[in-house]
Protein backbone atom coordinates (compact mmCIF):
# COMPACT_ATOMS: atom_id res chain seq x y z
CA UNK A 1 0.00 0.00 0.00
CA UNK A 2 1.29 3.64 -0.38
CA UNK A 3 3.37 4.36 2.69
CA UNK A 4 3.08 8.76 3.02
CA UNK A 5 5.93 10.37 5.49
CA UNK A 6 5.88 14.18 5.76
CA UNK A 7 9.02 16.25 6.34
CA UNK A 8 10.46 19.38 6.78
CA UNK A 9 8.70 20.52 10.02
CA UNK A 10 9.91 22.81 12.77
CA UNK A 11 10.08 26.11 14.67
CA UNK A 12 9.75 29.23 12.53
CA UNK A 13 9.39 33.01 13.76
CA UNK A 14 6.29 34.75 12.64
CA UNK A 15 6.83 35.90 8.69
CA UNK A 16 9.05 33.50 7.77
CA UNK A 17 8.62 30.62 5.47
CA UNK A 18 9.13 26.09 5.31
CA UNK A 19 8.91 24.01 2.87
CA UNK A 20 6.87 20.92 3.81
CA UNK A 21 7.99 17.33 2.10
CA UNK A 22 5.77 14.50 1.48
CA UNK A 23 7.17 11.10 0.49
CA UNK A 24 5.83 7.74 -0.91
CA UNK A 25 8.46 5.27 0.27
CA UNK A 26 6.99 2.22 -0.99
CA UNK A 27 5.36 2.68 -4.77
CA UNK A 28 3.96 5.64 -7.15
CA UNK A 29 1.57 7.42 -6.41
CA UNK A 30 0.82 9.54 -9.96
CA UNK A 31 -2.91 8.86 -9.94
CA UNK A 32 -3.48 9.66 -6.35
CA UNK A 33 -4.99 13.37 -5.72
CA UNK A 34 -3.17 14.82 -2.54
CA UNK A 35 -4.21 17.20 0.19
CA UNK A 36 -2.34 18.42 3.10
CA UNK A 37 -4.32 19.17 6.41
CA UNK A 38 -3.64 20.36 9.62
CA UNK A 39 -4.79 19.97 13.32
CA UNK A 40 -3.80 22.38 16.24
CA UNK A 41 -4.03 21.42 19.95
CA UNK A 42 -7.95 21.28 20.54
CA UNK A 43 -8.97 21.74 16.87
CA UNK A 44 -10.70 20.05 14.29
CA UNK A 45 -8.28 18.50 11.35
CA UNK A 46 -8.50 21.37 8.96
CA UNK A 47 -8.31 21.55 5.09
CA UNK A 48 -5.09 23.73 4.13
CA UNK A 49 -4.49 22.99 0.25
CA UNK A 50 -5.47 19.99 -2.36
CA UNK A 51 -3.58 19.08 -5.82
CA UNK A 52 -4.86 16.93 -8.41
CA UNK A 53 -2.98 14.04 -9.82
CA UNK A 54 -1.25 15.47 -12.52
CA UNK A 55 -0.67 18.78 -10.67
CA UNK A 56 -2.58 20.71 -12.74
CA UNK A 57 -5.81 21.62 -10.57
CA UNK A 58 -4.75 23.15 -6.79
CA UNK A 59 -6.90 24.87 -4.47
CA UNK A 60 -6.78 26.03 -0.79
CA UNK A 61 -8.38 27.03 2.21
CA UNK A 62 -8.76 30.42 2.18
CA UNK A 63 -6.57 31.35 5.50
CA UNK A 64 -3.82 30.46 3.57
CA UNK A 65 -4.36 31.66 0.04
CA UNK A 66 -1.87 33.56 -1.73
CA UNK A 67 0.69 32.65 1.16
CA UNK A 68 0.50 28.59 1.02
CA UNK A 69 1.87 26.82 -2.72
CA UNK A 70 1.02 23.10 -2.66
CA UNK A 71 3.17 21.49 -5.44
CA UNK A 72 3.97 17.39 -6.53
CA UNK A 73 6.75 15.84 -8.41
CA UNK A 74 5.47 12.44 -9.90
CA UNK A 75 8.75 11.10 -10.78
CA UNK A 76 9.67 11.36 -7.22
CA UNK A 77 6.77 10.33 -5.26
CA UNK A 78 6.84 13.44 -3.69
CA UNK A 79 4.26 16.54 -2.68
CA UNK A 80 4.98 19.94 -1.33
CA UNK A 81 3.91 22.73 0.63
CA UNK A 82 5.52 26.11 0.44
CA UNK A 83 4.50 28.07 3.34
CA UNK A 84 5.23 31.47 3.04
CA UNK A 85 4.44 34.93 5.50
CA UNK A 86 3.83 32.43 8.68
CA UNK A 87 1.62 33.36 11.23
CA UNK A 88 1.11 32.01 14.68
CA UNK A 89 -2.33 30.79 13.52
CA UNK A 90 -0.97 28.24 11.24
CA UNK A 91 1.35 26.27 14.35
CA UNK A 92 0.01 22.82 13.76
CA UNK A 93 0.55 19.55 12.88
CA UNK A 94 0.76 19.32 9.06
CA UNK A 95 -0.59 15.90 7.46
CA UNK A 96 -0.67 14.81 3.93
CA UNK A 97 -2.99 12.32 2.51
CA UNK A 98 -3.88 11.07 -0.74
CA UNK A 99 -7.14 9.86 -2.20
CA UNK A 100 -9.35 9.15 -4.99
CA UNK A 101 -11.28 12.01 -5.44
CA UNK A 102 -9.89 16.16 -5.32
CA UNK A 103 -11.70 17.50 -2.26
CA UNK A 104 -11.41 19.60 1.24
CA UNK A 105 -12.93 16.62 3.17
CA UNK A 106 -10.57 14.51 5.25
CA UNK A 107 -13.15 11.88 4.83
CA UNK A 108 -12.26 11.49 0.71
CA UNK A 109 -8.90 10.52 1.51
CA UNK A 110 -7.86 7.12 3.02
CA UNK A 111 -3.67 6.99 2.85
CA UNK A 112 -2.35 9.70 5.57
CA UNK A 113 1.21 10.09 6.66
CA UNK A 114 1.79 10.72 10.20
CA UNK A 115 2.19 14.38 10.23
CA UNK A 116 5.42 16.46 10.80
CA UNK A 117 4.55 19.45 13.47
CA UNK A 118 5.15 23.53 12.37
CA UNK A 119 5.48 25.60 15.15
CA UNK A 120 5.42 29.93 14.68
CA UNK A 121 6.73 31.86 17.09
CA UNK A 122 6.04 35.94 17.40
Known amino acids: QVQLVESGGGLVQAGGSLRLSCADS????????MGWFRQAPGKERDFVAG????????FYADSVKGRFTISRDNAKNTVYLQMNSLKLEDAAVYYC???????????????WGQGTPVTVSS
Open 97 to 111: AGGRFLSSDSKEYYY
Open 26 to 33: GRTFDNYH
Open 51 to 58: ISWSGGTT
